[in-house]
Nanobody, 116 residues
Framework: QVQLVESGGGLVQPGGSLRLSCVAS????????MRWYRQAPGKERELVASITNGGGGTNYADSMKGRFTISRDNAKNTVYLQMNSLKPEDTAVYYC?????????WGQGTQVTVSS
């Protein structure tokens, strides 16, 4: 059974940091590129960051560059999203995504709220 389980979300003040984790099971994690998406209330889901299966390549949405860092540990079947200098507009549900060719899996999401 394929599972992606996110954790690490919560309430943080503007300027603060959070580290999201996503633990994968039920598929060959090291063969899949991984992505983080987010969806704010009333908005479409947007791509935050992606990382290649081996971890050697990363990409970020423009608004996250310099603030967010995606990484992975294939030995732990885990992908991370380090988020620094958080802003209220970063408030959203953050989703983990695994993709390889036509196969795609989603996690259930973790809520991040940035507010004073």
């Amino acid at each position: 059974q394929v599972q992606l389980v996110e954790s690490g979300g919560g309430l943080v003040q503007p300027g603060g940091s959070l580290r999201l984790s996503c633990v994968a099971s039920g598929f060959t994690f090291s063969s899949y590129a991984m992505r983080w998406y987010r969806q704010a209330p009333g908005k479409e889901r947007e791509l935050v960051a992606s990382i290649t299966n081996g971890g050697g390549g990363t990409n970020y949405a423009d608004s996250m560059k310099g603030r967010f860092t995606i990484s992975r540990d294939n030995a732990k079947n885990t992908v991370y999203l380090q988020m620094n200098s958080l802003k209220p507009e970063d408030t959203a549900v953050y989703y983990c995504n695994a993709i390889r060719s036509l196969a795609m899996y989603w996690g259930q999401g973790t809520q991040v709220t940035v507010s004073s």
